[in-house]
């Protein structure tokens, strides 16, 4: 409540957080003359944005058209339905690929972010929607916000924590508590109070790095599960806004990355071959049995749930052809060891301990469905580039899932704005990004949580 309160500053508009959903909101809503500031806990910009590979899904856009791919609304929704379980708020889902094709336009018309000039396909999307900016990082994105962000003269106060909302008698959000020149490790700070006009945007992003808070969703994913999330994706700020009310939806519908490798941490660098090569291009098998299991090409909840099933970390292998058909550089992660090359595919396997026949039993087997243009299998899309995997080297990498998006989060309406039990809005608070919940459902297709966080911050600060 506000009795008491001493107010350090005053400014229209705070925005908590600093990656896409939150610069994306400031800029929005600096653009319209009102005075805003960014907080950011750590001592940079960027959030879980900048590690991202930066790759946004669209339909229906320019470059589709270009290289001949049909594409619809309707067909982006249906294919986020799917993978969502059908647990997708409609009105939200709606909202995200309605405004999708404009969002991604805008990054290109307001930001002049560049893209290569392809269109990729990722697995459960029905056809190719999704463009990756030159440099194959969020960074080249973030670094394009940053500087309409310094055009517009919008501070961004680094290390300062955001820890609680303050609302008035009315219940009615009139500002925020923070800590100044706050010490992540230490979690110290100096107190000061900011008082807002027009209110608050939440941009925090998810929670896949707070252990306690995340295993208590969903109790498989404690310490022995890594996460690809920077470690201060925590939930403080989603629980400040549960403190006054909101509330959450789907909390415990946290994805895992399927393309991530036990060998190295965070991130990394071999998801960029399995993601963008391996799945489509080439098969993963357990190394017990030398078999496939699964259609590589599934979404993320079905990869990982695979995975998991099996146990221990699989095998993924791709041929020479498709590494230099698909045009990406994965040197990196051969030098790290992450992934790694084959003269043939018997020194893979005996490399791996599968037992070489039936590997290459299930290599046949795959070919065939390649040349046959169906996977009799797993029912794995041929796409229209595939060839039979048989040019040496072969590349190969263990996959192991690690925690990497939280499909849940606070409940807000088409207006981003951020609703209580009752469904009713609570004046003056607005939530954008990963902080949200609802938009995916069960399992957030590649690609799409960009999209979502630069429709729906666009309109957070579009409406505050």
């Known amino acids: 409540m506000e009795k008491g309160i001493q107010w350090n500053e005053q400014v229209d508009v705070l925005v908590v957080g600093s990656g896409f959903a939150g610069l994306t909101a400031a800029i929005e809503a600096g653009e319209s003359g009102k005075n805003v500031v960014v907080i950011e806990k750590m001592k940079s910009a960027g959030g879980n944005s900048i590690i991202s590979d930066g790759g946004i899904a669209a339909p229906d856009t320019k470059l ?13 929704y249906d294919d986020m339905l799917k993978a969502g379980l059908g647990l997708n708020h409609p009105k939200l889902l709606h909202t995200v690929v309605s405004n999708a ?11 002049n972010v560049p893209y290569l000039d392809r269109v990729d396909i990722f697995g459960g999307h029905g056809v190719a929607r999704c463009y990756t900016p030159e440099g194959v990082t969020g960074g080249t994105i973030l670094k394009k916000m940053l500087q309409k962000i310094n055009e517009l003269g919008i501070p961004i106060l680094y290390s300062t924590s955001f820890r609680s909302i ?4 009315q219940g009615h959000v009139i500002g925020g508590a923070v800590l100044k020149e706050y010490d992540y490790r230490a979690d110290t700070g100096i ?6 006009q027009r209110g608050i945007i939440l941009a925090s992003g998810g929670y896949g790095a707070d252990v306690d808070f995340r295993s208590i969703q969903d109790p498989r994913l404690d310490e022995k599960i890594q996460t690809t999330n920077k470690p201060f994706a925590t939930a403080e700020v989603l629980k400040s806004a549960l403190n006054i009310g909101a509330t959450s939806v789907q909390l415990s519908e946290i994805q895992l990355g399927a393309w991530s490798s036990p060998d190295e941490r965070g991130f990394g660098d071999g998801p960029l071959f399995a993601d963008y090569i391996l799945f489509q291009y080439g098969v993963i098998v357990d190394p017990h049995t030398g078999k496939r299991f699964v259609n590589e090409l599934g979404d993320r909840k079905q990869l990982a749930d695979a995975i998991l099933h099996i146990g221990y ?26 992934v790694k090359t084959f003269d043939s595919m018997d020194d893979l396997a005996t490399f791996y301990d599968i037992n070489t026949e039936a590997l290459q039993a299930s290599i046949n087997r795959y070919n065939g469905f390649v040349q046959r243009g169906i996977d009799d299998d797993f ?3 041929i796409v229209d580039e595939a060839y039979p995997m048989e040019k040496a080297p072969f590349y190969a990498m263990r996959l192991w899932p690690k925690v990497h998006f939280t499909m849940g989060g606070l409940s807000i309406n088409e207006r981003a704005q951020v609703l209580d039990f009752n469904d009713n809005t ?15 459902g069960a399992s957030r297709l590649g690609s799409c949580a960009i999209t979502e966080c630069i429709v729906f911050g666009r309109i957070a600060g579009q409406n505050i």
Request: aromatic letters at 8%.
């Open 64 to 76: 589709q058209k270009k290289w001949g791919i049909e594409d619809s609304e309707q067909m982006m």
């Open 101 to 111: 094709r404009s969002a991604f336009e805008w990054t290109i018309d307001a930001l």
């Open 166 to 169: 303050i609302t008035d008698e």
């Open 191 to 196: 107190p000061a109070n900011i008082r807002t």
């Open 313 to 338: 970390p699989c095998i993924g292998i791709a041929d020479d052809k498709a590494v230099k058909y698909s045009g990406w550089d994965i040197s990196k992660a051969i030098r790290k060891g992450v």
């Open 379 to 381: 029912q794995k899309p």
């Open 426 to 440: 609570i004046d003056g608070l607005y939530a954008a990004g990963e902080v949200v919940g609802g938009v995916h």
